[in-house]
């Protein structure tokens, strides 16, 4: 069956620009997370779904990160004013149920350039 | 907070020779303990995961990994190695009741010929 799948692939953007980027789970599963991958900090964890509420949105970095899940499926990931440390890969995953012992299922990654 | 320490950063090996990646993590709260694989310009892949009972776990590809609470580690090997298995491999900690997973910073693998 169909996996995770991100869009846009790739995005280069302009400083202080906002961006979205876009999340399909593996239908039927339940939680949705976002993780950050970058050179200095590696994978971070932003923020995790349980259907279309967030219990835990301790990893986003600042209030210009913002992320939605709509009908308990896709979500999006809204950086408004970006800045060049926002540049990295944001992955998303997701997992048939939520829980520690689940496994998560990544997407490909979005690329993001702050130029 | 849970960390997790991927002792090596990179690790080069030769084509059929064996392998251990290393990973400790701090908490000695009871945890979920995974392996993932990156391989160039793809996503994470699962390879394998301890969730509770026997200490050995085997996956995918022919890794194992072996949970030891007492050292908090939770190495990763493959016996014999192929080019195929060049990746970045990373190990990944979850916390009982806890959803989110706390990686560490990745060990790349590199097979020569």
């Known amino acids: 069956g169909a996996g995770v799948s991100q869009s846009p692939s790739n995005k280069v953007t302009e400083k202080g620009k906002d961006v979205e980027l876009r999340c399909d789970p593996i239908?039927?599963?339940?939680?949705l997370y976002w993780y950050r991958q970058s050179l200095g900090q590696g994978l971070e964890f932003l923020i995790y779904?349980?259907?279309?509420?967030?219990?835990?949105k301790s990893g986003l970095p600042s209030d210009r990160f913002s992320a939605e899940r709509t009908g308990g499926s896709v979500s999006t990931l809204t950086i408004q004013r970006t800045q060049q440390e926002d540049s990295a890969v944001y992955l998303c995953?997701?997992?048939?149920?939520?829980?520690?012992?689940?496994?998560?299922?990544f997407g490909p990654g979005t690329r993001l350039l702050v130029l | 907070a849970q960390s997790v320490t991927q002792l090596d950063s990179q690790v080069p090996v030769f084509e059929e020779a064996p392998v251990e990646l290393r990973c400790n993590y701090s908490s000695s709260v009871s945890v979920y303990l995974f392996w993932y694989v990156q391989y160039p310009n793809q996503g994470l892949q699962l390879l394998l995961k301890y969730l509770s009972g026997s200490t050995l776990v085997k996956g995918i590809n022919g890794f194992e990994a072996e949970f030891n609470k007492s050292q908090t580690s939770f190495h990763l090997r493959k016996p014999s190695v192929h080019i195929s298995d060049t990746a970045e491999y990373f190990c990944a900690v979850s916390d009982w009741g806890a959803q989110k997973l706390v990686f560490g910073q990745g060990t790349r693998l590199t097979i020569n010929p």
């Open positions: 995953a997701s997992s048939l149920e939520a829980g520690g012992r689940e496994t998560q299922y």
């Open positions: 239908s039927g599963h339940t939680a």
């Open positions: 779904f349980q259907g279309n509420s967030a219990p835990d």
